[in-house]
Nanobody, 127 residues
Framework: QAHLAESGGGLVQPGGSLRLSCAAD????????VTWFRQAPGKERDGLSC????????YYEDSLKDRFTIFRDNDRNTVSLQMSSLEAEDTAIYSC????????????????????WGQGTQVTVSS
């Protein structure tokens, strides 16, 4: 059965870095468009970044482009989100979702195809 699992979350000090991974089990993630989201306490889920089936990337917040990088590792069947210069405001549950859209959606909450979601990983930025 197809399954997605996020890993790499944890506690990090302000200014630190983390690499989150979204690993696929039961299917080849390279054939899917993958989007990273986060949901902070008391807030709605936000789309962060997306990589499509042609490895074109989209960042849904301009402010993230300098700090977050999305990329694939096909040997490991993962899509990762490298995060740097982390701030307290980055504290959230981070989740990935995969779907068979050809391109990243203009609205990250409105993909062309049905999504498979991971369970999420907690990132806490605190001193």
């Amino acid at each position: 059965q197809a399954h997605l699992a996020e890993s790499g979350g944890g506690l990090v000090q302000p200014g630190g870095s983390l690499r989150l991974s979204c690993a696929a089990d039961g299917f080849t993630l390279d054939y899917y468009t993958v989007t990273w989201f986060r949901q902070a306490p008391g807030k709605e889920r936000d789309g962060l970044s997306c990589i499509d089936r042609s490895d074109r990337t989209t960042y849904y917040e301009d402010s993230l482009k300098d700090r977050f990088t999305i990329f694939r590792d096909n040997d490991r069947n993962t899509v990762s989100l490298q995060m740097s210069s982390l701030e307290a405001e980055d504290t959230a549950i981070y989740s990935c979702a995969a779907d068979m859209s050809m391109t990243c959606p203009h609205n990250p909450h409105n993909p062309e195809a049905t999504r498979l979601w991971g369970q999420g990983t907690q990132v806490t930025v605190s001193s």
